[in-house]
């Protein structure tokens, strides 16, 4: 390792090789401050820029950003050096799930319970626009308290993905885990797909081998294509009918995520997990700060940034300066002095001369255009994010809706509206930053 033969940057502490691939290594690692047990994946800059994966490193940083879930493995921080990438994960003691199922079928109630949190999880992360593309056991991993952690977003898509047919066209995946349309190359919806993928997970488990196996590729495919595949007899009646309904090879009738968990068979037991799409977590991370939401008091919004959560979001620490190449980005961020309290009334007050609905949301508001536009109704999100009580970043973006018509509020409402709130849009110098640099020249000058 860099710096220090076994201690990362002097925070932690690299033990035992975990696990390995063509551009990543995974070390268990320790906090030298906290003693916290944590993950660390090592991924060799060269290695990606080489083989043009830089965009996927990015995206993964990106998708573990934003999916926080308690049935999705958390990325605490990323750190870097002139070489190295590190991903400080949460450390899934149990290991993976496709080790359990290797050792045979599980009981119906221990898959149940798995199940359960996988849809639960994939379905969260399709409420924040993201789909997984590569579901499988060797991606589902458990804590200490057998609790499963869904990993490997370096295959998923953002919605932002899809073309101007509202569906994706990347082939991506494990064969003998990928839907049917997803082999067809003629666009798919990303949702369906992952809804396919677990239902193939919930066979595997049941029965302890895959539902469609050919060690012809073609044939494999073809079996695919047609959804050819048995129950072995201990399945029981009710698994059966909701298999049948998720493997369905066409995406048209396949079963949802919403009507998948009404289902008779998946409610079973659901008093004793977690049940909501999205959850609070109270996660202490490495450095030893809290890393989850507080409650709302005064107004104010209940979200720390970690390090990491920083970095992505401040000029000339974006996601970009961890290679050589930028990228654009697409949100509008300012900071401000004033509590959370003023800058909710504020956003509150441009919706309202604008006639856009309110809507709350995990960290800030929601604001939505009341008549449908060129491409739908528009959909702006405003996260605020506490960086202290009184010194606030927030985030500005379209979630939806005509990208031409939301610059237009952006620029000709909206930023004017808040100027008596911002202390500084990004990209732009304060006006005090300026004076500093004026100040320091002419001190060179003298």
Not at 368 to 376: I, M, P, T, Y
Request: contains cysteine; positive net charge.
């Amino acid at each position: 390792m860099e710096n220090n033969m076994n201690v990362l940057m002097h925070r932690y502490e690299l033990g035992r090789l975990l696990g390995q691939g063509n551009f990543a290594k995974v070390y268990y690692g320790r906090s030298t401050t906290t003693n916290q047990s944590v993950a660390i994946k090592v991924i060799d800059k060269y290695k990606v820029q080489k083989v043009g994966l830089v965009d996927q490193i990015k995206r993964e940083i990106s998708v573990m950003r934003l999916v926080r879930h308690h049935n999705v493995l958390h990325l605490y921080e990323v750190l870097a050096t002139k070489t190295k990438i590190y991903f400080v994960l949460e450390y899934a003691k149990g290991g993976e799930l496709f080790n359990k199922v290797a050792q045979g079928k599980l009981k119906e109630d221990v898959a149940r319970i798995y199940f359960q949190q996988l849809v639960n999880a994939v379905d969260y992360c399709h409420c924040r626009g993201v789909y997984h593309r590569d579901i499988k056991p060797e991606n589902l991993l458990l804590d200490e308290n057998k609790n499963l952690k869904v990993s490997d977003f370096g295959l998923s898509a953002l919605a932002e993905s899809k073309l101007q047919d509202g569906l994706l066209h990347t082939t991506c995946g494990t064969p003998a885990y990928v839907a049917p349309e997803v082999i067809d190359r003629k666009g798919y919806d990303g949702a369906k797909a992952d809804i396919w993928s677990c239902g193939v997970v919930l066979f595997v488990m049941l029965s302890g081998y895959l539902p469609f196996d050919d060690s012809n590729l073609i044939e494999m495919y073809r079996k695919i294509g047609k959804a050819e595949f048995k129950c072995p007899y201990w399945f029981s009646p009710e698994v059966r009918r909701l298999l049948n309904k998720i493997l369905d090879p066409d995406p048209n009738t396949r079963i949802s995520i919403a009507k998948l968990k009404q289902s008779s068979w998946f409610k079973k037991g659901l008093n004793t997990i977690h049940t909501n799409t999205e959850v609070e977590e109270k996660t202490v991370s490495p450095s030893g700060t809290n890393d989850s939401d507080k409650s709302e008091k005064s107004g104010r919004i209940s979200a720390d940034m970690n390090a990491f959560d920083i970095i992505t979001h401040s000029s000339g620490f974006d996601l970009s300066g961890l290679f050589k190449n930028n990228f654009q980005k697409k949100e509008a961020r300012f900071t401000s002095k004033q509590p959370a309290s003023v800058i909710i009334s504020k956003l509150e007050e441009i919706a309202k001369s604008l006639r856009l609905k309110i809507r709350k949301i995990d960290r800030g508001l929601k604001l939505e255009g009341l008549k449908e536009g060129r491409k739908g109704i528009l959909s702006i999100d405003s996260e605020i994010f506490e960086i202290t009580p009184f010194f606030h970043l927030v985030e500005i973006k379209k979630s939806d809706g005509d990208t031409i018509e939301y610059q237009k509020i952006l620029k000709e409402d909206m930023r004017p509206a808040l100027k008596d709130i911002v202390w500084v849009w990004d990209g732009e110098k304060h006006q005090e930053s300026q004076q500093l640099q004026e100040k320091l020249q002419q001190h060179h000058q003298l």
